[in-house]
């Protein structure tokens, strides 16, 4: 791997990689440098990961092999003269986790660079994310190894081509914000059913983990499991009737195909 990792936004994202990457050896501390504007968020990622931080993008992207824009969509046209100023000087590899921005975008920031467009997502936080990865038109296989390298830090990669990457937002990169509600709402009806709160949540998260886990180690169609807790005239029915009724599907569908419009409109 190269020995330079520069992370243009110490957010919660930026965190997560640097975290994990650091915890796994894939870079050492000294080999990642951040750019943030914000004071306070520097000193905290120094103290506490021992990276270098400062808030002059312009040093991070010139000292780094590895470039990852891990700053809001919205203010990257902000970045793009640093990157060209060094695009005529050096050659990187750019990562980008912005949601939306298309690689054409990307490319034309960095004219000749290699550049892969990634969508993670917050458990990467914890090491459980899921990760697409999308290569631009000077990345090579050498390249796209580099950067499942560094998203197999935190979590799953799969390589997608980059037309599916603003789908695979609406789905694992916002999903967490679904699934959390599901999760909340599922210890308010515990609540409501009069469990004590911390129980609720822990029943809640629980069932979640583990029908995740279920799903993903039998390898059965959802359906299949859902209709082995369903006994007939029993609880589960009564319960499923209730969610139909609710429109959880439709909800679920629309919003993570309304996730995705909203990539492609962030890209526009
Ligand atoms: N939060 C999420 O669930 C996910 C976010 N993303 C993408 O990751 C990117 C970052 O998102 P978060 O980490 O959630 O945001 P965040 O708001 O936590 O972090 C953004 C960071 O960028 C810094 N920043 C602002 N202006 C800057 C500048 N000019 N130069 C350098 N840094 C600057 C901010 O101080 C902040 O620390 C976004 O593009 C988002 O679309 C991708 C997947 C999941
Ligand atoms: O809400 C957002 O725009 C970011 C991108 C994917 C998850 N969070």
């Given at each position: 791997m190269p020995t330079q990792l520069g992370v243009l936004g110490g957010g919660v994202m930026?965190?997560?990689?640097?975290?994990?990457?650091?915890?796994?050896?894939?870079?050492?501390?000294e080999a990642i440098a951040v750019g943030d504007p914000s004071a306070s968020r520097r000193q905290f990622l120094v103290d506490t990961y021992g990276v270098q931080a400062t808030g002059d993008n312009r040093a991070v992207i010139a000292n780094a092999a590895v470039v990852m824009a891990a700053i809001k969509p919205q203010i990257f046209s902000k970045l793009v003269p640093d990157l060209q100023a060094a695009a005529s000087q050096q050659t990187s590899l750019l990562l980008s986790i912005m949601a939306g921005t298309p690689l054409v975008t990307l490319e034309a920031a960095v004219p000749g660079w290699p550049v892969v467009r990634a969508m993670p997502n917050t458990p990467a936080t914890v090491g459980a994310g899921m990760t697409a990865i999308a290569p631009g038109q000077h990345a090579t296989a050498d390249h796209l190894a580099?950067?499942?390298?560094?998203?197999?830090?935190?979590g799953d990669v799969v390589e997608v081509p980059e037309n599916l990457i603003n789908a695979v937002t609406g789905l694992s990169g916002s999903g967490p914000g679904y699934v959390a509600i599901m999760i909340e709402a599922l210890a308010d009806g515990g609540v409501a059913a009069g469990l004590p709160r911390a129980i609720a949540l822990q029943l809640a998260i629980q069932t979640v983990r583990g029908t995740a886990t279920l799903v993903q180690d039998t390898d059965l169609h959802p359906a299949i499991?859902?209709?082995?807790?369903?006994?007939?005239?029993?609880?589960?029915?009564?319960?499923?009737?209730?969610?139909?009724?609710?429109?959880?599907?439709?909800a679920l569908i629309r919003a993570v195909k309304a996730a995705c419009d909203r990539a492609d409109e962030l890209g526009t």
């Open positions: 930026g965190e997560a990689l640097i975290s994990r990457l650091i915890s796994l050896k894939i870079f050492a501390a580099q950067a499942r390298t560094i998203f197999a830090a935190v499991l859902k209709d082995r807790v369903t006994s007939p005239g029993g609880t589960t029915i009564a319960g499923i009737a209730a969610l139909e009724a609710g429109g959880i599907r439709t």
